[in-house]
């Protein structure tokens, strides 16, 4: 999650450093730095702001010195050592000639720190990174060049990184390294760059590539080199990216959060984009599963974090509702520490955002070594969940910079929707006619979320009363729960005020102790097979005093009589309704987010890409 970029070869390294820095903000970050190399010596800036950071490099490099044509630089979320200067990156070794940046964990660092040290070796920080500098000192001194000493380091570490170096004796080359943490290759006349994330060189590379797991690139001005651990030559491969400029910038609005929310109708569009042939059979891009595959399922494993995992609860209702197969949705990071059941017919679903998520990966990584068939469902081409998994469908919402998922999450229960339709089709589940209903049905989805937009003045009135508020439950049934779920995760990231998700049946088996005057209750109204009981546990409530926000559709009347305030959403499809249910939270969440006064696209602690276990 933290940010790496690099650059050699140019006329003007210091600002290309500052600039692919602020790019990557959106990672999430507590500290910053930078380092310039030039033969002999080795310049170094870094600060410790908190997300401010970037900013104070700025002015702490006023004073750069000039003539450097290489350098590196990183922003930290803080895994091992506190946000403090001393554990910024980039790291020196004794000498002060090696500087390095690193991404990700390196689990053996004690024992590799322990045994530098009783070499002689001193340590000016309390990260795990730092050993990397040290080893890599030890290789030099033994005479290797620097390729020579990342890779000689690298088989001695165990973890997950993603790593640049730079030596001041070997100047105008970068060498980086990968495994598990993303890293991207940039190229240009005279240039190279490198940085975890495209965004960074986006308007100055003019072709990219993608570095795979144990892979080592040496960066020059005139291109580069790439190998393996074992040092023998690959190629990197290249990216197809078909952004600009402008996609990573906010486009006039306040913050990327809202530029990205507006999005959403056009987000779910192009999901849903040429997925169906003329003979009504949906595709998928690079689906590389066989049909007789898919229709021999006889079990699915979703495994996902965060906002995708509420995808994949959705996704559980379609797919079981539709294709007649069970489904198991599962939280990434716990999955391969419960001796996960793999069976014949298993198919494993993994959901990233980014397809850079580290729990996911191994997630699916141990669903593979079982003998799983795996899909991902990633928003990135060529990322490292879609080139591992057996197939991949890909979300299309275009890039997504704030830290709070939003057009991403409606593309995935899209995407994932249009799945369970394509396995109905298949297991001959659910009448053509019905499947074709089904697919317009998701098309128009689009305009009923373009509606809710409309309605961002009313969210905003509702906000505005309720910003003293301190407590906040979340409730729905089937499909409203996870909606639920999503709420109360776009409340807590943003507001940091205490949001809990729950089916509102469990109320009564303990969270109602905790309802009183003052509480305020969010309920998914909208299916109307559920309605009814949503009325009673909201009558529940409302006889302890708290408040109640109701998300109904247009034509609920019945609604107001038990409500204190009411957000009107189109009616749908229920199984296609948490993408329209989930924009009045959204915005819910945002006003209050923005009524007191908190960091929309960069809340604190948090990072979009989690690539740390």
Same mark, same amino acid.
């Given at each position: 999650?933290?940010?790496?970029?690099?650059?050699?070869?140019?006329?003007?390294?210091?600002?290309?450093?500052?600039?692919?820095?602020?790019?990557?903000?959106?990672?999430?970050?507590?500290? @910053?730095?930078?380092?310039?190399?030039?033969?002999?010596?080795?310049?170094?800036?870094?600060?410790?702001?908190?997300?401010?950071?970037?900013?104070a490099l700025r002015e702490e490099c006023d004073l750069a010195p000039l003539g450097f044509s290489s350098g590196i630089g990183h922003t930290r979320w803080a895994t091992h050592g506190g946000p403090e200067t001393m554990n910024a990156h980039p790291h020196l070794d004794c000498s002060g000639n090696i500087a390095i940046i690193h991404n990700g964990i390196i689990e053996n660092h004690a024992d590799l720190q322990e045994q530098l040290e009783a070499r002689g070796h001193v340590f000016s920080s309390v990260t795990d990174s730092e050993v990397l500098a040290h080893l890599i000192e030890e290789s030099r001194a033994n005479g290797?060049?620097?390729?020579?000493?990342?890779?000689?380091?690298?088989?001695?570490?165990?973890?997950?990184?993603?790593?640049?170096?730079?030596? #001041?004796?070997?100047?105008?080359?970068?060498?980086?390294?990968?495994?598990?943490?993303?890293?991207?290759?940039?190229?240009?006349?005279?240039?190279?760059? %490198?940085?975890?994330?495209?965004? @960074?060189?986006?308007?100055? #590379?003019?072709?990219?590539? &993608?570095?795979?797991?144990?892979?080592?690139?040496?960066? &020059?001005?005139?291109? +580069?080199?790439?190998?393996?651990? !074992?040092?023998?030559?690959?190629?990197?491969?290249?990216?197809?990216?078909?952004?600009?400029?402008?996609?990573?910038?906010?486009?006039?609005?306040?913050?990327? =959060?809202?530029?990205?929310?507006?999005? *959403?109708?056009?987000?779910?569009?192009?999901?849903?984009?040429?997925?169906?042939?003329?003979?009504?059979?949906?595709?998928?891009?690079?689906?590389?599963?066989?049909?007789?595959?898919?229709?021999?399922?006889?079990?699915?494993?979703?495994?996902?974090?965060?906002?995708?995992?509420?995808?994949?609860?959705?996704?559980?209702?379609?797919?079981?509702?539709?294709?007649?197969?069970?489904?198991?949705?599962?939280?990434?990071?716990?999955?391969?520490?419960?001796?996960?059941?793999?069976?014949?017919?298993?198919?494993?679903?993994?959901?990233?955002?980014?397809?850079?998520?580290?729990?996911?990966?191994?997630?699916?990584?141990? &669903?593979?070594?079982?003998?799983?068939?795996?899909?991902?469902?990633?928003?990135?081409?060529?990322?490292?969940?879609?080139?591992?998994?057996?197939?991949?469908?890909?979300?299309?919402?275009?890039?997504?910079?704030?830290?709070?998922?939003?057009?991403?999450?409606?593309?995935?229960?899209? #995407?994932?929707?249009?799945?369970?339709?394509?396995?109905?089709?298949?297991? /001959?589940?659910?009448?053509?006619?019905?499947? /074709?209903?089904?697919?317009?049905?998701?098309?128009?989805?689009? !305009? *009923?979320? @373009?509606?809710?937009?409309?309605?961002?003045?009313?969210? !905003?009135?509702?906000?505005? *009363?309720?910003?003293? @508020?301190?407590?906040?439950?979340?409730?729905?049934?089937?499909?409203?729960?996870?909606?639920?779920?999503?709420?109360?995760?776009?409340?807590?990231?943003?507001?940091?005020?205490? &949001?809990?998700?729950?089916?509102?049946?469990?109320?009564?088996?303990?969270?109602?102790?905790?309802?009183?005057?003052?509480?305020?209750?969010?309920?998914?109204?909208? /299916?109307?097979?559920?309605?009814?009981?949503?009325?009673?546990?909201?009558?529940?409530?409302? #006889?302890?005093?708290?408040?109640?926000?109701?998300?109904?559709?247009?034509?609920?009347?019945?609604?107001?009589?038990?409500?204190?305030?009411?957000?009107?959403?189109?009616?749908?499809?229920?199984?296609?309704?948490? =993408?329209?249910?989930?924009?009045?939270?959204? %915005? +819910?969440?945002?006003?209050?987010?923005?009524?007191?006064?908190?960091?929309?696209?960069?809340?604190?602690?948090?990072?979009?890409?989690?690539?740390?276990?």
């Amino acid at each position: 999650m933290c940010g790496i970029i690099g650059v050699v070869g140019s006329s003007d390294t210091l600002e290309t450093l500052l600039e692919g820095l602020a790019r990557l903000e959106y990672r999430g970050y507590d500290s @910053a730095g930078v380092a310039l190399v030039r033969p002999g010596e080795t310049w170094r800036a870094r600060t410790a702001e908190g997300t401010e950071s970037v900013k104070a490099l700025r002015e702490e490099c006023d004073l750069a010195p000039l003539g450097f044509s290489s350098g590196i630089g990183h922003t930290r979320w803080a895994t091992h050592g506190g946000p403090e200067t001393m554990n910024a990156h980039p790291h020196l070794d004794c000498s002060g000639n090696i500087a390095i940046i690193h991404n990700g964990i390196i689990e053996n660092h004690a024992d590799l720190q322990e045994q530098l040290e009783a070499r002689g070796h001193v340590f000016s920080s309390v990260t795990d990174s730092e050993v990397l500098a040290h080893l890599i000192e030890e290789s030099r001194a033994n005479g290797f060049e620097l390729i020579e000493a990342v890779r000689r380091s690298l088989l001695v570490v165990r973890g997950a990184f993603a790593v640049a170096a730079m030596d #001041a004796t070997e100047p105008d080359v970068i060498v980086a390294a990968r495994r598990i943490s993303p890293l991207i290759v940039g190229t240009a006349p005279g240039v190279t760059y %490198l940085a975890s994330d495209i965004p @960074a060189i986006l308007d100055r #590379a003019t072709a990219f590539y &993608a570095v795979s797991d144990d892979e080592i690139v040496r960066l &020059a001005p005139e291109g +580069f080199r790439a190998i393996d651990l !074992e040092g023998v030559p690959v190629h990197l491969h290249p990216l197809a990216v078909d952004w600009d400029l402008e996609t990573a910038e906010k486009g006039g609005h306040d913050d990327f =959060m809202t530029k990205e929310i507006n999005e *959403q109708p056009d987000a779910i569009r192009t999901t849903l984009l040429d997925r169906r042939r003329r003979d009504g059979t949906i595709t998928f891009d690079e689906l590389r599963v066989s049909d007789e595959e898919l229709r021999d399922v006889r079990r699915v494993v979703i495994v996902a974090a965060g906002t995708s995992h509420h995808a994949g609860l959705v996704a559980k209702y379609a797919i079981e509702r539709w294709a007649r197969v069970s489904v198991e949705v599962d939280i990434a990071s716990e999955y391969r520490y419960r001796d996960p059941i793999v069976e014949i017919g298993t198919l494993v679903i993994g959901i990233s955002q980014s397809g850079e998520t580290i729990d996911t990966i191994q997630a699916i990584r141990e &669903a593979k070594r079982r003998g799983a068939r795996v899909i991902a469902v990633t928003n990135i081409v060529d990322s490292s969940l879609a080139r591992e998994s057996d197939a991949v469908i890909y979300t299309r919402a275009g890039l997504e910079v704030s830290v709070a998922s939003t057009k991403v999450f409606l593309a995935q229960v899209a #995407a994932l929707e249009l799945l369970a339709l394509r396995l109905a089709q298949l297991r /001959d589940t659910v009448p053509a006619s019905d499947v /074709d209903a089904h697919f317009l049905g998701l098309n128009a989805v689009a !305009e *009923q979320v @373009a509606t809710v937009l409309t309605r961002r003045s009313s969210v !905003e009135d509702v906000a505005k *009363q309720l910003l003293g @508020a301190r407590d906040f439950f979340f409730l729905g049934r089937h499909v409203g729960f996870p909606t639920a779920l999503e709420g109360a995760l776009k409340l807590k990231e943003l507001s940091y005020l205490h &949001a809990e998700g729950y089916p509102a049946g469990e109320l009564k088996h303990g969270p109602l102790a905790l309802i009183e005057p003052g509480v305020v209750v969010v309920a998914v109204v909208t /299916d109307p097979a559920m309605h009814e009981k949503m009325l009673s546990n909201l009558a529940e409530v409302k #006889a302890r005093g708290a408040t109640v926000v109701a998300v109904a559709t247009d034509d609920d009347e019945s609604i107001a009589a038990i409500a204190d305030y009411v957000l009107r959403v189109p009616a749908t499809e229920p199984m296609f309704s948490p =993408m329209v249910d989930v924009v009045p939270l959204q %915005l +819910f969440a945002y006003a209050m987010a923005r009524g007191l006064g908190r960091n929309i696209d960069r809340p604190r602690n948090l990072a979009k890409t989690v690539t740390v276990e």
